[in-house]
């Protein structure tokens, strides 16, 4: 790798890196403050929210991405061309073509990665995600109680708690019945008590203090009475629904499984066939858009110093964010729905969003060309001739006339 290669990879790395980070963690934030809203208000434990958010990472790292790339090599193109670097670069005999070499380097890498992420990490990371959700509402996570209402927990067991302490999650003015399978009956009420579950969320461990128990034989015929200072209190749970097997989403199933079951189904006998098909063709074009990005990019980057354009830059990242909003929301959703083949609705987007990119990027490359020639000309020297006058096409820049020189030295020095 050249000097060049390492000074262009220098330029596009580093906004590369910040805009990546940045991007990430805004989407991030945001998606935290709407996963402790969503567990706590199913009463869940906080942790559950780490690692929902671990496995919703692979999906936002597939949509920052490619607005990270796309800003690091704008960015980098326009610093370039703002401190004239890159009239250097091609004064030295460095083209366009030359300078993008090390780019489409690196951008190769990071095609490789992205048909990984969106082909295997992320299908993976989003059925672990739909599965965590799924136990939280489903209270595998820990048995959801409201307050002051009654709840039945499990086959003839009711609750009711008149208070929890948000501090110590203890509740207050417990009320228990347990309604045997022989007619019998067991009442608890307790002051205070801690509520919890095993490890494996079959057994409701109640720890509770300063109660009564009240034992009601089968028959209603005796009463037994217990009064107690503390009283540990265990409680069958019933199983926890089982998640759906991965599959049933288009979007949870690998490249692999894409691709065996468009291959082996067809749209009569399978359901969700176009589903599956219109997003094998998402896989595949998704990191081919790197390919097209630089272009872009380059297009949008490189302006004059003196008319330094702030609308391209601007324009390249709407450009880039509706191409990606078209073939996500448009062509992926008509092809699932059979509306349009995939060869025309996401393929022909793809050929559109090439054709596109490479129309700005000569046009932007001969702009500057000539915005580079115009600077070379209007920094020319005046020439001086033999007989003292000035060059012809210096006058027409500005420059004193012929005849208005001072007068030449005709004489000849004598030896």
Same mark, same amino acid.
């Given at each position: ?332 959703? #008509?092809? $699932?729905?059979? *509306?349009?083949? /995939?060869? &025309?609705?996401?393929? !022909?987007? =793809?050929? %559109?969003?090439? @054709? ?17 020639? #115009?600077? $070379?000309?209007? *920094?020319?020297? /005046?020439? &001086?001739?033999?007989? !003292?006058? =000035?060059? %012809?096409?210096? @006058? ?20």
């Amino acid at each position: 790798m050249g000097l060049i290669d390492r000074y262009i990879l220098r330029a596009v790395t580093t906004p590369l890196g910040l805009a990546l980070c940045v991007a990430g963690m805004l989407l991030l934030i945001e998606q935290m403050l709407r996963l402790f809203d969503f567990v706590l208000a199913e009463q869940g434990p906080v942790e559950v929210v780490w690692r929902m958010l671990a496995n919703l990472i692979p999906h936002y790292l597939g949509l920052a991405l490619p607005l990270g790339a796309f800003l690091g090599v704008m960015l980098a193109f326009r610093a370039l061309s703002m401190s004239s670097e890159l009239d250097a670069l091609h004064s030295s005999g460095a083209s366009m073509r030359r300078l993008l070499r090390p780019i489409y380097g690196l951008f190769l890498v990071l095609m490789a990665f992205d048909f990984a992420l969106v082909s295997y990490i992320e299908p993976l990371a989003r059925y672990r995600y739909e599965q965590i959700r799924f136990d939280v509402t489903t209270g595998a996570f820990g048995v959801k109680i409201p307050q002051g209402a009654f709840v039945d927990i499990a086959d003839g067991v009711t609750i009711r708690l008149g208070g929890v302490n948000s501090e110590t999650r203890e509740a207050e003015d417990i009320f228990l019945e347990q309604r045997g399978a022989d007619g019998g009956l067991a009442t608890v009420t307790a002051r205070y008590g801690a509520i919890s579950t095993n490890p494996d969320f079959t057994r409701l461990l109640l720890k509770l203090r300063d109660g009564r128990q009240l034992f009601v034989d089968p028959n209603a015929a005796r009463v037994n009475a217990l009064s107690f200072d503390s009283f540990d209190l265990e409680v069958e749970l019933p199983a926890s629904a089982v998640f759906r097997s991965r599959g049933g989403d288009a979007r949870e199933a690998t490249f692999d499984e894409l691709l065996a079951s468009v291959r082996s189904g067809s749209r009569a006998s399978d359901p969700l066939w176009d589903a599956y098909r219109a997003r094998l063709h998402w896989v595949v074009i998704h990191p081919l858009s790197y390919l097209v990005m630089p272009i872009l990019a380059v297009a949008m980057g490189v302006t004059g110093r003196r008319r330094a354009s702030t609308l391209k830059p601007v324009a390249g990242v709407a450009i880039l964010i509706v191409y990606h909003e078209l073939l996500e929301e448009w062509g992926q959703i #008509a092809v $699932r729905d059979g *509306a349009l083949s /995939p060869y &025309v609705a996401m393929w !022909g987007l =793809l050929a %559109a969003f090439a @054709a596109l990119s490479v129309a700005l990027y000569n046009r932007s490359v001969d702009q500057a060309r000539v915005a580079r020639v #115009a600077a $070379r000309q209007e *920094a020319k020297p /005046p020439r &001086v001739l033999v007989e !003292g006058g =000035l060059d %012809a096409d210096s @006058a027409s820049d500005g420059a004193e006339p012929a005849d208005m020189a001072e007068p030449a030295l005709t004489g000849r020095a004598s030896s």
